[in-house]
């Protein structure tokens, strides 16, 4: 009761002696409230702290009676169940089923979804050729992840560079007819894992394979199987005994990772890569100096390589990452091979 007390004290006086803040945190017994205001949205999400959940809800902030999408998710961020959203006026954008992995959009305000809707066909049909249609329902999942764009020549000088407008997105009405898309797929070792590695297609207008060589944000191409080997079959214990069997030693303090890997060839093919499950043993840091504001750290590890495909123990070798940063900003990379 006390608590309840100093909530409504706190946001009487907030509303008397002036505007409501950018973002209030609200503690009670049972759980933490946050509510931020934009010029668009009001955003109310409230935590439990005994159990996994949150309860999420967006209302427009000119009429918070208007509701933009609400729903619970799990602490990780994973949505639950089933999400609907709309726009100002009130009308259903889209309803998106998370436990089924179905979203369906509201076609009168969608003027182009069908052309997603073909695209999609033809890249499930490309990944299913690559790696078979039991492949596809067992560690596949596609969480409409689907952009789309306007891609076109512009001048630069003497020059002609390709470049790429936004248009839209599977849940965001595109404002014109695209002719570039790039549908991301989530790929897990295991159907119940939570983790995943992201998988992208890029397709143009007439649903040709366009090959990618930006690897920042993505896993781009498909990796050549045989016909025999079409299906994830490492198993996790196992793993780690052979891995022990090639000189993995596991103690208390041990920092050991276990995640399924693409390792990229890099190269402007439809083969570009392959699927790897990677066993991490961080081995220790060293910290450099770059220049006088700018420094980093090296992350190194000892990293056990099998194919999942056949469960077969591939190589050991020295791998690390790497986190610069100067003033405020910095940037990251993934596992790469330490060859210092």
């Known amino acids: 009761m006390k608590n309840l007390i100093s909530i409504a004290l706190i946001l009487s006086f907030t509303s008397t002696f002036g505007q409501k803040p950018f973002r209030e945190i609200i503690e009670t017994d049972s759980s933490k409230i946050e509510i931020i205001r934009n010029s668009v949205y009001r955003v109310y999400e409230e935590t439990f702290k005994k159990n996994d959940s949150v309860w999420y809800s967006v209302s427009y ?95 630069i000088g003497k020059d002609s560079l390709w470049t790429e407008d936004y248009l839209g997105s599977w849940t965001e009405p595109m404002k014109s007819k695209p002719n570039s898309f790039l549908l991301r797929y989530e790929v897990r070792l295991n159907p119940t894992d939570k983790d995943f590695i992201e998988l992208g297609v890029c397709l143009d207008d007439k649903g040709n394979y366009v090959a990618s060589s930006d690897d920042t944000w993505n896993n781009y191409g498909f990796e050549f199987v045989k016909p025999e080997n079409k299906n994830f079959i490492l198993d996790k214990a196992k793993a780690i005994e052979i891995a022990k069997q090639n000189g993995l030693v596991l103690t208390d ?88």
Not at 109 to 130: F, G, N, R, V
Not at 277 to 283: A, G, H, M, P, Q
Not at 315 to 328: L, T, V
Request: hydrophobic share 30%; proline share 2%.
């Open 61 to 155: 902030i000119d009429d918070t009676t208007k509701l933009n999408t609400e729903g619970w998710k799990l602490k990780s961020g994973q949505h639950l169940g089933t999400w609907k959203e709309y726009n100002r006026k009130g009308d259903l954008l889209y309803t998106w089923n998370h436990d089924k992995h179905t979203c369906v959009v509201n076609p009168k305000l969608y003027p182009y979804h069908q052309t997603l809707e073909k695209i999609k066909s033809i890249a499930d049909s490309l990944i299913i050729s690559a790696y078979g249609k039991e492949f596809m329902d067992k560690h596949i999942v596609f969480e409409f992840n689907c952009n789309a764009y306007n891609k076109h020549k512009i001048k």
């Open 253 to 340: 303090s041990s920092k050991i990772d276990e995640f399924l890997f693409w390792e990229s060839f890099k190269k402007q093919q439809y083969y570009n890569g392959q699927f790897r499950y990677y066993i991490t043993d961080f081995i220790g840091q060293e910290t450099y100096q770059v220049s006088k504001e700018r420094q980093g750290v090296k992350y190194k590890y000892m990293v056990y390589i099998f194919n999942p495909w056949t469960g077969e123990f591939v190589e050991k070798k020295k791998m690390k990452s790497i986190r610069e940063w100067e003033n405020g900003h910095g940037l990251s990379t993934g596992l790469r091979p330490d060859n210092e």
